[in-house]
């Protein structure tokens, strides 16, 4: 169980289990939309999600890709692919306790920026090895 939500608190959401899987996304479009060189996200199923307070907005970011954000405060909060709207990720960092989950691999290390080294030895590929189960990317 776990939950979080944006920087203002205007939207906050619920977690239940443990996520499927965990990454450091390093594609173009989460860079954009998050404006950092990174984004760690977290993948659950989405019967184990709920928004649990306020509502966010959401913009369809790619073909395989709705993001969800604080309207207020704009803090990234949520992906889900509409092709496969069984899974939810999650942005770790909006978690109350972000140091409950950490990340398993790196993702879309084709788009890394090279400004950015981060020396851990977790499994890096190119785009990522969930593409076709939607991840974002």
Same mark, same amino acid.
């Given at each position: ?9 205007a939207v906050r959401?619920?977690l239940e289990?443990?996520? %499927?899987?965990?990454?450091y996304c ?10 950092a060189p ?9 019967e184990?999600?709920?928004?649990s307070g306020g ?7 790619s073909?395989? *890709?709705?993001r969800s ?10 992906f889900?692919d509409p092709?496969d ?7 770790l960092?909006?978690?109350?306790e972000?140091?409950?989950f ?10 890394? %920026?090279p400004?950015?080294e981060?020396?851990d030895?977790?499994p ?5 090895q969930?593409?076709?189960? *939607?991840?974002?990317?």
């Amino acid at each position: 169980m776990a939950d979080g939500g944006c920087l203002c608190g205007a939207v906050r959401y619920h977690l239940e289990g443990q996520p %499927l899987e965990t990454n450091y996304c390093h594609c173009r479009i989460c860079q954009r939309a998050a404006g950092a060189p990174v984004v760690a996200w977290g993948r659950w199923p989405v019967e184990g999600f709920a928004w649990s307070g306020g509502e966010p907005a959401r913009f369809t970011s790619s073909a395989r *890709g709705e993001r969800s954000f604080c309207p207020n405060c704009g803090t990234p909060l949520a992906f889900v692919d509409p092709g496969d709207p069984t899974f939810v990720d999650v942005t770790l960092a909006s978690l109350d306790e972000p140091v409950a989950f950490a990340p398993d691999s790196h993702a879309w290390t084709m788009s890394r %920026l090279p400004w950015l080294e981060l020396g851990d030895r977790l499994p890096r590929y190119a785009s990522t090895q969930f593409a076709e189960e *939607g991840s974002p990317g």
